[in-house]
């Protein structure tokens, strides 16, 4: 069965800090991983990776993909409290179906 | 429009009221998703269509009955549901549902419904 992991499940910082996120998946067929940022309601869509070793970056926020160890990491530098959120990731498995780990809840306190 | 747009946002419904979810997209995207959310937990997918046609149903109960009447337009009709049934509902879709493109999942809002 496809399976997604993601660590640490929960995770509080003060504001500058810098946070990494781990994915890490085991999948029969694997086409893309998939980073989100959810708040109060809909997960917000932040990353695809596809490439192995290619980092994505926005702002503050970047990826990357490692597909020889099945994982992934995402990066936040400089925390602010607007990053507190659960972060999700997903990967698409060809299936028709996008396999979500447990998600990390990241608080950054002031 | 990158939008999903879903609703209600908010519903709140008896065990034997009969009630609908809405969703609507006009990205053009082919694959459409209900997926359902507990508190602290990641969404559980529950159907997709795939070109308007039913192609996964991941054995939910019949009293959640999905209907998708053309590309755009996705809907979760309820009925006799449970309190346990109580969750955050999202609708999502992406371009290309199988083995073409690699495809990226937009969420709508959600629909928060409660059961009493």
């Known amino acids: 069965e496809d399976k997604v992991v993601q660590s640490p499940l929960s995770l509080v910082v003060h504001e500058g800090d810098t946070v990494t996120l781990n994915c890490s998946y085991e999948?029969?067929?694997?086409?893309?991983l998939l980073w989100y940022k959810q708040e109060k309601k809909a997960p917000t869509f932040l990353f695809m990776l596809?490439?192995?070793?290619i980092e994505k970056k926005s702002g503050r926020l970047s990826s990357i993909l490692d597909k020889k160890e099945l994982s992934s990491i995402l990066n936040i530098t400089a925390t602010q409290t607007g990053d507190s959120a659960i972060y999700l990731c997903?990967?698409?498995?060809?299936?028709?179906?996008?396999?979500f780990g447990p998600g990390t809840r990241l608080s950054v306190l002031p | 429009d990158t939008e999903v747009t879903q609703t209600p946002k908010h519903l709140v419904m008896g065990m034997t009221n009969k009630k609908s979810l809405k969703c609507e997209q006009h990205?053009?995207?082919?694959?459409m998703y209900w997926y359902k959310q507990k508190a602290k937990k990641p969404p559980e997918l529950m159907f997709v269509?795939?070109?308007?046609?039913?192609?996964i149903n991941e054995s939910v109960p019949s009293r959640f009955s999905p209907e998708c009447p053309n590309s755009s337009l996705l809907n979760l009709h309820l009925h006799a549901l449970q309190p346990e049934d109580s969750a955050l509902y999202l609708c999502a879709s992406s371009q290309s549902p199988g083995p073409s493109g690699a495809n990226v999942l937009t969420f709508g809002a959600g629909s928060r419904l409660t059961v009493l």
């Open positions: 596809t490439s192995s070793g």
């Open positions: 269509y795939s070109y308007e046609k039913l192609s």
């Open positions: 990205m053009g995207h082919r694959a």
């Open positions: 997903a990967v698409d498995n060809y299936g028709q179906n996008f396999v």
């Open positions: 999948v029969t067929n694997f086409r893309s």
